[in-house]
Each structure stands twice: as C-alpha cells, then as structure tokens.
C-alpha cells in the first residue's frame, strides 16, 4: 500500500493513541483456561482489551506494542494473542513486541539522524540494535551530542519521521519485521477493504 493509500485509507486526523496501560486496565476476563496459561497477565490483559474493543467497535483498527525489556514473556505473548487473533477470525488488530525497548527502533538506521538532525551520529550505533541491554541510554548518548535537541519527545519524533523503513525491518527483524508482518496480515486487508 502507498503512503498516499494509506493517507486516504486511514487520514491522520483519525488516528488516537492512548497508552496501552489506560486501556487495559480493567479489561480482564479470565474464562480460556488454556490461552490463560500461556500469556502472562499483561498479554492476557492485551487479548481481552483487543477482542472487547473489537466487538465494541469493528471499524476501530487497533495496534498495541509495548517493550520486551530484557524478558521473554512479551515474545511469548505476541506470539500466543496472533494464534488467537487467527483461530477467531479477528482482523483490524495486531500487536507488536519492540526488542528491547522502542528505542532500538529509533538507532536501527544512522541515515535517520543525518535526515531529522543534518547530521550522523558523533559515533557509530549499533548494527544489531535489538541485541543492545539498553537502547534508551544508548539513544539518550547519541542526542546529546546533538546540541539544541533538548526536547527528547519531540527529537524521537524526528528521527521515526525519517527511518528508512527497510534498514528497520533489516536491522530488528524481531521486533519490527515481526510487526510488520502482524500489520500486514491483520491491519493491510482493513486498511485495503476501505479503499
């Protein structure tokens, strides 16, 4: 899908985050004693707050993604809520596992850095970000080489804006590839279903 099909399909106006934690919080229905068993409570959480949003609301695309913070759970949980997005028939909703934590995304392609900044990086990053323990004090290192760039929400903003989205996929191809994948079979049929 083009940038300017996804554009029509889905205008920016109409997208709304929320933090994943304000949406499940009491979105909790233990009665799949099975699936119970292999999520940890977080991703059980995720799963019911999905499937109720759902039926809530069936045109509301839904992408949850949270950190897997050094723990394997998360992985885990991606894995075990896309069998059940898959065995229910539900489309409009992934989920997405950042490996470790979202800034490796953001230190996946130095090239972003000379796009959002002028320049690159004073050093080199890493060439596997997803093997970093700690991205986010390793991103926190690089911008502050970046004098003027004191607004770290608003310079993480800049560098997504200008990730080339195929070193992403190649450089965390666990977290990202692996979400890209869930948003091409559970988000690309709806986004394309209203074309």
Same mark, same amino acid.
């Given at each position: ?16 985050? %929320? ?12 009665? $799949? ?24 609301? *069936? ?14 759970? *998360? ?12 065995? %229910? ?39 596997? #970000?997803?093997?970093? %323990? ?12 970046? *004098? ?24 965390? #191809? ?15 049929? $709806? ?5």
């Amino acid at each position: 899908m083009t940038e300017a099909a996804l554009d029509e399909a889905l205008p920016v106006e109409r997208i709304v985050a %929320h933090r994943l934690q304000s949406r499940i919080r009491d979105e909790v229905k233990l009665d $799949d004693g099975e699936r119970r068993r292999k999520l940890s409570i977080k991703g059980w959480k995720v799963l019911s707050a999905i499937q109720k949003s759902r039926r809530r609301s *069936p045109e509301t695309l839904i992408v949850a993604v949270w950190d897997r913070d050094r723990e394997d759970a *998360p992985l885990r949980d991606r894995e075990t809520i896309l069998d059940a997005l898959r065995v %229910h028939g539900t489309s409009g909703a992934a989920v997405g596992i950042c490996v470790e934590e979202l800034e490796a995304w953001l230190l996946a392609d130095s090239g972003a850095f000379r796009r959002a900044f002028g320049r690159g990086p004073a050093s080199g990053l890493s060439r596997s #970000p997803e093997s970093e %323990h700690d991205p986010k004090t390793m991103l926190e290192a690089v911008l502050s080489s970046y *004098p003027g760039v004191e607004d770290r929400a608003r310079a993480y903003g800049q560098i997504a804006k200008s990730v080339d989205i195929e070193v992403l996929i190649r450089c965390c #191809p666990r977290g990202f590839g692996a979400f890209v994948d869930a948003l091409g079979e559970f988000i690309a049929p $709806d986004l394309r279903a209203r074309r």
